[in-house]
């Protein structure tokens, strides 16, 4: 670990964006506007984790008309549909062409480390370095699978989202599918409706109708600005951060998707999946207060739409104010699951996702081993990330949410090479 | 930040817990905490326990004077009542966590209350402790409570209060989530 990497072979660069999906895509158009040279390193080619680490029905949980990067958006005919996964990588696809990104794609970083005031990137087709260093591999690198879990892979299938395409995939009987977010959700749906009997654990989770008063929620997210609010705007942004992704889903029918419905689909619906005891899964006992925490949750955020529209007197345009359902739970949900006796064959992880910094070689992670940083400016001098939730603005972690998140970045990026270039200049005069 | 205008006072100083929030990052280790209870046989089912050291922020601490619980069965039980049985102490742990952590919201959320009563019932079929049906378990089968609150906020605000409290309770945790227990025997 004490060898001091050498340089020997090195390339240099001012700039190295590690990922070349839309955020590293992103930032490398408003580098090129301002003259910075810089280069794209992919593992594998363009819109990598849309191409390998999504399920096959899986679409975008945004609108069309809401895929959008800088100078470049959406131009079809279905403003309003959900790109599929094949959509989504021609859209990319042909934005990199567009902007003619400078990509090197099948290049995989294996260690970034800090050598004198620079960046030595190592990869698997040779070593770079680079003044500034933006981390664009996502934030959703890694299923995240509880220790209790981990040890149940030797007895069950387990799977984590990123090993899942469809529900052929998957053993004849029951499912067990932890975790109601976006990703929970979608599975449960088409594993019940192929035959499958589901049990779905429910921990804490954000609840959002697809529809309101009209118009798809994220447009009045846009609407009111929440989409935009700022990262130093919140009382509390680890916290904020740290929220699961919305209960949504996107399809031709924009049809809700929720934990009522999914009851109504026969769906098991129990709490938290919180441990295993005598090859027991054992469930949280706090499955209503989480579905109430997120009723009011919802109840708050429709509350704050219609209080927009009242003050822009929109009233009389569009549809009427209405509640869904409060989530309807069931008197006595089970407490426990009996993994031995058949009546599930599959576990699937829908815990979370968390990103992998396992190359680099920069202290720069807290001690939960993520990065610390301050709206995506890394704390070391001309380290920056991008796409990570909340990371600048509610939408950081959006496709549409990494534009203004590239242009801020790239602007204090710029500001950075050219006083470390000045500081040179004055150190030779 | 949050800016109010008008002050609330429910007696909960929420400065003092956010900068140990602030502090606790900073220092996590500060953050451990063992709690302790002695427990010493009477006679029959009575017993009293003792609660007065603890260890939290880096050392040992100790509460203000010694607190001492009798427990015991009622006379249903053939017992002598002395005290409280353990479950109602249970009972009592969750509704007092739960009420604590109304108040620290409340203030937390600048939102006076005025009165705060919580109604806690635990449901239980004794044939489980008497060995009598293996399906019957030995604790609760549900526990029940139900806040009355009177306080400067609309009903919703109160609700999300209450379920906040519940998301932060410790006991609320310890009671619908398993832990692990070891018991051991001093020879």
């Known amino acids: 670990m004490n060898q001091t990497p050498c340089f020997r072979r090195a390339r240099y660069v001012s700039t190295i964006i590690i990922g070349g999906g839309q955020a590293g895509l992103a930032i490398s158009y408003y580098l090129s506007q301002r003259a910075i040279d810089h280069l794209i390193l992919e593992r594998g080619e363009v819109a990598n984790s849309w191409r390998h680490e999504r399920w096959d029905s899986l679409r975008l949980l945004t609108p069309n008309w809401q895929s959008r990067l800088p100078g470049y958006c959406y131009q079809g005919i279905k403003p309003d549909d959900y790109m599929t996964m094949p959509e989504i990588i021609d859209f990319i696809g042909l934005f990199a062409q567009q902007i003619s990104a400078p990509i090197q794609c099948g290049t995989r970083v294996t260690e970034v480390h800090r050598v004198d005031q620079n960046y030595l990137v190592q990869t698997t087709q040779g070593d770079w370095t680079c003044s500034t260093l933006v981390i664009a591999s996502g934030a959703f690198n890694t299923p995240v699978v509880p220790d209790f879990g981990r040890q149940l892979a030797e007895t069950m299938t387990t799977i984590t989202p990123h090993q899942y395409k469809s529900p052929t995939q998957l053993a004849d009987g029951g499912v067990l599918v932890v975790g109601a977010s976006a990703t929970g959700l979608q599975l449960a749906d088409e594993i019940q409706q192929s035959g499958r009997q589901v049990i779905l654990a429910v921990g804490e989770h954000v609840r959002m109708p697809r529809y309101y008063r009209g118009r798809d929620i994220l447009w009045w997210m846009d609407m009111t600005g929440l989409s935009d609010q700022r990262y130093d705007e919140v009382d509390d942004i680890t916290r904020a951060r740290q929220v699961p992704s919305p209960q949504l889903a996107g399809s031709s029918e924009r049809n809700t998707l929720d934990l009522n419905r999914l009851a109504s689909q026969g769906v098991q619906i129990v709490g938290r999946f919180s441990g295993v005891r005598d090859h027991t899964a054992q469930f949280a006992g706090s499955l209503p207060n989480v579905c109430k925490l997120a009723d009011l949750k919802l109840g708050r955020l429709l509350s704050t739409i ?56 920069v202290p720069v992670l807290d001690r939960k081993g993520m990065l610390r940083h301050d709206g995506g400016i890394v704390n070391s001098p001309g380290m920056y990330v991008l796409g990570l939730p909340f990371m600048r603005r509610r939408k950081s972690s959006f496709i549409h949410g990494v534009t203004d998140d590239a242009y801020d970045i790239s602007q204090h990026l710029a500001n950075y090479l050219n006083s470390t270039y000045r500081r040179k200049c004055v150190s030779v005069a | ?36 209870a002695t427990c010493h046989w009477v006679k029959g089912t009575h017993s009293y326990s003792e609660i007065e050291g603890y260890y939290g922020l880096g050392e040992a601490q100790s509460h203000k004077k010694r607190f001492t619980f009798d427990a015991d069965h009622p006379e249903t039980f053939a017992a002598d009542d002395h005290g409280a049985t353990p479950v109602e102490y249970v009972l009592v742990g969750l509704a007092s966590c739960l009420t604590a952590g109304v108040a620290s919201v409340a203030q937390h959320r600048n939102i006076q209350l ?74």
């Open chain 2, 114 to 187: 005025h009165s705060v009563k919580a109604m806690i019932e635990g449901d239980m079929d004794i044939q489980g402790v008497l060995g009598m049906d293996k399906g019957v378990r030995n604790g609760f089968e549900s526990i029940n409570v139900v806040f009355e609150i009177k306080a400067d906020a609309s009903n919703e605000e109160i609700e999300a209060v209450v379920a906040q409290s519940q998301k932060r309770s410790a006991v609320y945790d310890i009671l619908s989530n398993p832990t692990n227990i070891v018991v051991e025997t001093m020879s």
């Open chain 1, 306 to 361: 219609d209080q927009w529209i009242e003050a822009h007197g929109l009233g009389t345009e569009i549809d009427e104010p209405d509640r869904p359902e409060p989530t309807g739970v069931d008197g006595s949900p089970r407490l426990d699951l009996n993994l031995a006796s058949g009546e599930i064959k599959t576990i699937i992880w829908a815990t979370g996702f968390r990103p992998d910094y396992s190359w680099l070689k």
């Open chain 2, 1 to 36: 930040m949050n800016t109010y205008t008008k002050i609330v006072n429910n007696g909960v100083n929420v400065g003092a817990l956010m900068e140990a929030r602030e502090a606790f990052s900073v220092t996590p280790e500060a953050a451990q905490f063992t709690w302790r």
